[in-house]
């Protein structure tokens, strides 16, 4: 037998650990050193190809950054989905028939004369610079004269540069119409020399044109918006020989929302905007400084009233107003509007309501008037004398309690008799400076800016803003016909 010594261990019999470990060991001791320099050299092989990569990458990066996306363009579509919850919206582009065109022919859009200095720089008009020692230095080139129905060339320039604009449709919450629907009645409204279908062909083909979208087809409308530079009543005509055009009452505009500077109080597609004013800040800069110059403005009478009586109507109001502020001992500054001593291009008006605590303001030609906004501006407390010039027009941009920021008085009262100085010698000087500072508030809200302002909404950002929250509640509620 051989010795036990040297027999070898069982296959059922478990193996010694460290005898197992250590004759292993001893085993492959011979090939150990090859073992490692193929590991070392494969290590080292996959090392290079990394490094050879990485360099190919970021030599690919450096000569053709201009064809990659930059890094940034990660965050803005971050900052983009926060700023624009509300939605998005696509801007039509619109054969130039509908408003590139008018533009061009501004000559030919008033029988008096000449638009092309009014609606030049994007609608803004001419600078102002005439108020230069009227106003701070700092914010005279935030001064235009601007024409009160330009909102709808102001709303389109904003609208190509707005930061919620998209350029897909199919991502779009609203569709914007930038038709010129102002302009194109405008200048066939002053003689007898134009029929009805004059005043209303350019809105009957933007209407067939829009109608033939896709986006229009999947909703009949109710995502679309347009802006309509003049008031309502100026596209509301019933018959023939009325003023004006059809288009608010053709077919294809029922579903249509539609930013006016005057709307029907009763009709839900209509929206109030503000009339633009003169004043269109390029920054938040010049906001502060203009709130604060009107803050600490010194103001020498109690009120103000500039206009014209309408010396055709019977017992005019305009007329009484100008009475009672003649009449008023030094208490009010008159800027009697006869002729054209107001005309756009005077600092006449401007300086009587930066000299004033309230400033009167009965209805226009119709139910509102610019003076409203231009008056606020000032940083002077608006007196009204119906509700519909202001309070239920534009909701969207004034506070929600008007005596927070105003003063009524009934027409009907003036009419009997009721003085107007009485009322307003009641308020205190307390009572005067919150309602002051509160106009000084909301004066972001109800101008236009030149471009957007970083951090700040003005009038253009909260009528926007308003209708598409106004689509999204339509989609969620069903509120459709």
């Known amino acids: 037998m051989l010795p036990l010594s040297d ?27 090859c073992t490692w320099i193929i590991f070392v050299v494969f290590f080292l092989h996959i090392l290079l190809l990394l490094a050879a990569r990485n360099f190919h990458i970021s030599t690919a990066l450096i000569t053709n950054r201009q064809h990659l996306p930059a890094v940034p363009v990660i965050a803005a579509v971050d900052a983009d989905v926060t700023q624009c919850s509300s939605g998005k919206v696509f801007v039509y582009d619109l054969p130039p028939f509908f408003n590139t065109e008018l533009l061009e022919n501004c000559h030919e859009l008033n029988p008096w004369g000449s638009r092309c200095d009014t609606y030049s720089n994007g609608g803004l008009g001419r600078s102002a610079k005439k108020l230069a020692g009227v106003i701070p230095e700092s914010v005279v080139g935030s001064w235009y004269w601007t024409d009160q129905f330009a909102s709808e060339i102001i709303y389109h ?10 350029l897909d449709a199919e991502s779009a919450t609203a569709y914007y119409i930038p038709f010129y629907a102002g302009l194109a009645v405008g200048k066939y409204l002053w003689t007898n020399n134009y029929t009805a279908e004059d005043r209303d062909r350019h809105c009957r083909m933007m209407l067939k044109w829009v109608h033939e979208q896709p986006y229009w087809k999947k909703s009949n409308g109710w995502d679309h918006f347009i802006t309509m530079g003049r008031i309502t009543w100026d596209f509301r005509r019933s018959k023939d020989d009325d003023w004006g055009s059809r288009c608010i009452y053709l077919p294809g505009m029922r579903n249509i929302t539609r930013l006016l500077i005057e709307r029907n109080s009763w009709d839900y597609f209509d929206i109030g905007v503000p009339y633009p004013t003169g004043f269109h800040p390029t920054s938040t800069s010049d906001v502060a400084t203009w709130q604060e110059f ?47 001593k107001c005309s ?18 009965p209805r226009g030609d119709s139910f509102t008037r610019r003076s409203i906004f231009d008056c606020m501006v000032a940083g002077s407390i608006p007196v009204f004398f119906w509700n519909r010039t202001a309070y239920s027009q534009y909701e969207w941009f004034l506070p929600g309690r008007p005596e927070s920021y105003s003063v009524f008085i009934d027409k009907k009262e003036v009419l009997n008799g009721k003085s107007i100085k009485g009322v307003l010698e009641k308020f205190g000087k307390e009572e005067v400076k919150e309602m002051r500072e509160k106009v000084i508030e909301y004066i972001p809200k109800i101008v236009y800016a030149k471009e957007g302002l970083k951090g700040m909404k003005d009038a253009f950002d909260v009528a926007v803003e308003g209708v598409l929250n106004r689509i999204k509640d339509q989609e969620r509620d069903g509120f459709k016909w």
């Open 7 to 33: 027999t070898p261990p069982s296959p059922r019999k478990p193996p010694n650990p460290q005898l197992d470990r250590k004759n292993s060991f001893s085993l492959i001791k011979p090939y150990l050193r």
């Open 157 to 166: 320039n904003r609208m190509l540069n707005y930061r919620c604009r998209t």
């Open 344 to 361: 756009n291009g005077t600092s006449l008006i401007l300086e009587s309501f930066l000299g004033s605590d309230f400033c009167l303001q």
């Open 294 to 340: 009107v803050r600490t403005r010194t103001r020498t009478t109690l009120f103000c009233f500039a206009g014209a009586t309408r010396g055709l109507i019977k017992n005019d109001f305009r007329g009484l107003l100008l009475n009672q502020c003649y009449n008023s001992s030094g208490s009010c500054q008159v800027v009697d509007c006869g002729g054209s």
